[in-house]
């Protein structure tokens, strides 16, 4: 599976930016997609997921209320909105895809992952 993010770019904090992630094709075992992102300094972290097939939606603490992750099964493609950006969300985000059924925030447990998108975010 080759997963390709999209999107990425500068906004300004309180603004809102839309990134992608299309799959070069799609498995019904790989049933959990989800993004990533890794901050100057920091570890990778899990941002948000969803279950392909039912499209239920899992978010970290400092992203809930905020970001909003979707997938359209025709265009193979997976989405996060983020809006009211703050300074700290500015990372590389990456799209990951897990061959388990049920949603799973471990890094480890994604063995498909994407060369990630750059979001700045200005102050």
């Known amino acids: 599976v080759n997963l390709v993010e999209s999107g990425g770019g500068l906004v300004q904090t309180g603004g809102s930016l839309t990134i992608a992630c299309k799959a070069s094709?799609?498995?019904?075992?790989?049933?959990?997609m989800a993004w990533f992102r890794r901050a100057p300094g920091k570890e990778r972290e899990f941002v948000a997921g969803?279950?392909?097939?039912?499209?239920?939606?899992s978010y970290s603490d400092s992203v809930k209320g905020r970001f909003n992750i979707s997938r359209d099964k025709a265009l193979n493609t997976m989405y996060l909105q983020m809006t009211d950006l703050k300074p700290e969300d500015a990372a590389i985000y990456y799209c990951?895809?897990?061959?388990?059924?049920?949603?799973?925030?471990?890094?480890?447990?994604?063995?498909?992952w994407g060369q990630g998108t750059q979001v700045t975010v200005s102050s």
């Open positions: 990951a895809a897990a061959q388990q059924w049920s949603m799973t925030t471990l890094e480890s447990r994604f063995a498909h």
């Open positions: 094709e799609r498995h019904d075992t790989h049933n959990v």
């Open positions: 969803i279950t392909w097939i039912v499209g239920r939606p």
